[in-house]
């Protein structure tokens, strides 16, 4: 019980320190009931509210209204704000009728309302709005996408799908866009170029609308509760462990001989699990055999059995137990601050760097390849994830059996989550990037669970940042959010058994365990291997 206090005493304190990206800093009541849009005017945050029909001014220090003005219409959305003039988005078109979503933009006098310019919305039912310096943004909620355009007339100059299927808040922060997803209850960071999910952070309540950015943070309207909340926007924190769960975790390997001759020799070598950011291992492993320990060329601990003469109709069966608590691990990366090459250290180059049978990086296959998905990028982020979203692009998952080489894999168009990783990391390592792969016991659907498929993925070195996890066959899915989940972002379902850059001398390939055997002629024998997550603590 004093551990448990104490565990839980220590993720209070470390949440209290850290000042990670999308941590409340304040929050106070908003105005209204029906709150919408916010934006920022240098000095004060002004909000909407769509049953009031006002655009209220508030003093970001204490929450008090200062000022208001009547909305330009009757159902007042989001709000921008162009260095001297609000604008605001209006979801009917200037007339309070029922599903009546024909958009309209206003441009307004803060000081009095004054309606200075109108147009039709570029998008049917507006959301939200943004000032970039030269265009205005806006997401639009019946097609789920996002528009730049020109202010003057509603020229589209771009447009792209939203992050996620219910976008309700947008910022533009200098650099970046920020949405919202009163659905997901989710925030991301977004290229502006492109419409590229690059960081995702938890939204404050469970109805997050509106997005602003005050030069410093982000603030964010919540209808659930009708507050609005001041957000870190940028910190120096590189990721954030939550959500632990432990859990008690058997791994079984069992050889049966089903005869009739004898297995002479069976070697088996579990992967040992270690302490890592997304996982720690409560007490010392157990084993239903003593192991001889030993360590392959990549560094990874290994259990090894062995097993003399196993006669017609005999098994044997080895069981490792692991107490563990996992954590959701979410890493909040800025392309701007990762680093360069040179800052690569030069022993994980040497290592992770190497060609090896499943990569074959030189071949023309990975070679035209790496050329079409990155060009003539030199950030090391860029490179990672445009290699991850040139496979999303070029193939499908689908376990055709078999772990092919990269190239094979890559011109065949489909793998398994291996050769997926297989092929992302051959294309790193051409490009100068270490990569690796971890292998992992998944828990599947429910709290007592059995796992015969396992996962593996790939961790990417970005420097300054370190080894970060990218699951290329995961991330293959159609909505940007989804896909930008699996680059930095680990669940807490997965105990990581195994680190490896390659084929080992005792492994293999596998991950978890592998397993050599000699036999008479004609004998049959069947390996099996299968993960439990039999119990929570």
Not at 262 to 284: G, M, S
Not at 385 to 401: A, F, Q
Not at 446 to 457: E, G, K, T
Not at 500 to 527: A, R
Request: some cysteine; hydrophobic content about 35%.
């Amino acid at each position: 019980m004093k551990k448990i206090i104490t565990s839980l005493l220590f993720i209070a304190f470390y949440y209290s320190v850290l000042a990670y990206p999308g941590k409340i800093i304040k929050s106070f009541d908003a105005p209204g009931q029906y709150i919408t849009g916010i934006t920022f005017d240098g000095k004060n945050l002004w909000v909407s509210d769509r049953k009031a029909d006002k655009i209220y001014c508030i003093n970001p220090d204490n929450g008090k209204v200062t000022n208001s003005i009547s909305s330009p219409a009757y159902w007042p959305v989001g709000l921008a704000f162009d260095g001297q003039y609000l604008w605001n988005a209006d979801a009917k078109g200037g007339i309070p009728l029922s599903e009546n979503y024909i958009g309209m933009i206003y441009k307004i006098d803060p000081s009095d309302g004054t309606i200075l310019h109108q147009l039709v919305s570029p998008a049917p039912v507006p959301k939200d709005l943004t000032w970039d310096g030269k265009y205005l943004w806006l997401i639009d909620d019946r097609f789920d996408k996002l528009v730049q355009f020109d202010p003057k007339d509603g020229t589209t100059i771009k447009e792209f799908i939203a992050p996620a299927s219910n976008p309700s808040g947008l910022t533009f922060d200098g650099t970046y866009l920020w949405i919202s997803d009163c659905v997901t209850n989710e925030i991301y960071m977004v290229n502006p170029e492109n419409g590229t999910v690059l960081m995702t952070l938890d939204a404050p309540d469970k109805n997050s609308c509106g997005l602003a950015f005050d030069g410093k943070n982000l603030w964010n309207t919540d209808r659930n509760n009708c507050k609005i909340y001041c957000l870190v926007h940028n910190d120096e924190e590189l990721y954030i462990a939550k959500n632990p769960k432990k859990s008690v975790i058997k791994y079984t390997h069992l050889t049966s001989n089903f005869g009739p001759g004898t297995v002479k020799t069976t070697d088996v070598y579990f992967a040992v699990p270690e302490n890592r950011i997304n996982q720690k291992l409560l007490k010392e492993t157990e084993y239903s055999i003593k192991p001889e320990f030993i360590k392959d060329k990549w560094g990874q601990n290994i259990a090894h059995f062995q097993s003399k003469n196993l006669k017609s109709g005999e098994q044997f069966e080895i069981i490792e137990t692991f107490y563990a608590e996992t954590y959701e691990v979410r890493y909040f990366i800025s392309p701007d601050k990762v680093g360069s090459f040179a800052e690569i250290p030069q022993d994980i180059k040497d290592k992770y760097l190497a060609n090896d049978s499943k990569y074959e990086f030189d071949h023309p296959v990975i070679q035209n390849a790496l050329k079409e998905a990155v060009g003539d990028e030199t950030n090391p982020y860029w490179i990672a994830r445009k290699i991850y979203d040139y496979l999303i692009l070029k193939m499908y998952y689908e376990m055709t059996g078999g772990w092919n080489t990269a190239p094979t894999v890559l011109a065949r168009g489909n793998g398994s989550c291996s050769e997926y990783s297989f092929v992302y990391i051959s294309m790193c390592r051409a490009a100068g990037l270490p990569a690796r792969y971890v292998g992992s016991i998944v828990q599947r659907g429910q709290l007592v669970a059995m796992d015969d498929v396992f996962h593996r993925w790939v961790e990417v070195y970005l420097p300054k940042y370190g080894w970060i996890p990218v699951d290329p066959s995961g991330g293959d899915q159609t909505s940007p959010a989804a896909q930008a989940r699996y680059f930095g972002y680990l669940g807490n379902r997965f105990l990581i058994t195994t680190q490896s850059g390659g084929g080992s001398e005792y492994l293999d390939w596998q991950y978890n365990s592998n397993v050599y055997h000699t036999c008479s002629p004609k004998t049959f024998v069947v390996h099996e291997y299968f993960g439990d997550w039999v119990e929570e603590e």
